[in-house]
């Protein structure tokens, strides 16, 4: 497999990074695109209400499944390592579809829907639908995510970008026609249209992988290596499982307090719109973990170039959605490309400001995160996590419950402050990490 240059400058980082800027950002586009079909499709308020519930339970589905890109990245470095990681995956694709297809049981799902969320019934109505067409989407994402690390260990980025905008296109066709020709509820063209993009994206990505799964496979065992059994495989990926899961549980949760906070129609509408802008810019730091992985050396060696270029990553992208958010730009964005109503889009500005900060903060996590699973030592990054949703759940319901604020405006400063304290927790076990570099790391780097 490849290893990164013996020295490396930003240009080559930046050659590296883009096409997974890409893969992200065109990711990314789907939520703003989707949420702006729904939005013309009548009914908006409840549609998109359902549509990002049903996302909302959709990620919570898929987050063991989410790390497998950074574990193929990090862990696939020969035959053995390849055929084991890959049964892995399979397994757990496998659960992640039959946890899905439990919660769209009608009891199970009218237990946490009506009882347990308190969505109203057109709400929960139009969200059951979504989600038995979302059955697909866990198990694609796990299949494409392994796949994708294996071509990222590879370093053939640029394929990765390629099968991601056939999924966007492919996304975006069905959307559209759906649109044009089937009499059906927004929201569940929202879910047809993500559940056939990535399905696309996964097979495609298969494909492309056959060249670098070619060279896995004849790649020579590293006899300086640790084994890779399922139970080292285990213990290195049962905390980066658990990391996304609680990061992913806590959008759900949020669900729940804004059914129970003030103006909690407007809020449920107004989330995926603004989660999905948001996350445009937040994909650009989380794009940034696989680069630092697959490029920071073994002992760390280009640590310091890396952190240099990820300050001005982090800068560059917070500074364009600061931009957006505090400008009339942001009833441009809201209201001409959302489809949101004047009073709906005067409702989302102020969580956006709030929430401004959020890109650079992502970036920083993820550098974090990428440091600790190069070390070995995935257990800080799923306590940091822990952290960061108890820290907004506890401020979050104290909005709810104190406060004449609406459930959206409390979201965005409990996200903000929970990102705060998880990023200050990593702080030590990274140093802890670098510490340990042997000579030549970044102790001693330029």
Known sequence: MNQPPAQLTHAQIFRFWSPLAATWLMMAIEGPFLAAVIARMGDTAHNLAAYGVAYAFGLVAESPIIMLMSAAATLVRDA??????????TFLNLGVTAALALLVVPPVFDLVGRRLIGLTPEVARLTHLSLVLLLPWPAAIGFRRFYQGVLIRGHKTRRVAVATSVRVVAMAATALAL???????????????????????????????????????????????????????????????????????????????????????????????????????????LSFQEVAL????????????????????????????????????????????????????????????????????????????????????????????????????????????YSGLSGMTGAAMAYIFGRFLSIGYLVRPQAMVLKKAPPGGPASSP
Not at 80 to 89: H, K, T
């Open 80 to 89: 053995d390592s390849y055929r084991r990681l890959r049964n892995f995956s």
């Open 179 to 285: 649109y044009r020709f089937a009499a059906i509820p927004g929201a569940c063209v929202g879910a047809l249209a993500l559940s056939a993009g990535v399905t696309a994206e996964a097979l495609l990505t298969r494909y492309m992988a056959a060249g670098a799964i070619a060279d896995a496979l004849a790649a020579p065992v590293d006899a300086d290596a640790e084994p890779m059994g399922y139970r080292e495989i285990g213990r290195f990926y049962l905390p980066l499982a658990l990391t996304p899961f609680i990061g992913l549980s806590v959008h759900p949760m949020v669900t729940f307090f804004l059914g129970r906070g003030a103006f909690p129609v407007e809020s449920l509408a107004v989330m995926p719109v603004i989660y999905g802008l948001t996350f445009v810019f937040r994909a650009i730091g």
């Open 294 to 401: 697959a490029l920071v050396g073994k002992n760390f060696e280009h640590y310091r170039m890396l952190r240099d270029f990820a300050v001005r990553v982090a800068a560059a992208a917070t500074a364009v959605l600061a931009l957006i958010a505090f400008t009339p730009l942001a009833d441009v964005w809201f209201v001409g490309v959302s489809g949101l109503t004047p009073e709906l889009a005067a409702f989302a500005t102020t969580p956006l400001m709030i929430m401004a900060i959020i890109p650079a903060l992502t970036v920083w996590i993820s550098f974090q995160r990428s440091i600790l699973m190069v070390g070995r030592l995935t257990g800080p990054i799923t306590v940091a996590t822990a952290i960061e949703a108890a820290a907004i759940f506890l401020l979050l319901g104290l909005v709810v419950a």
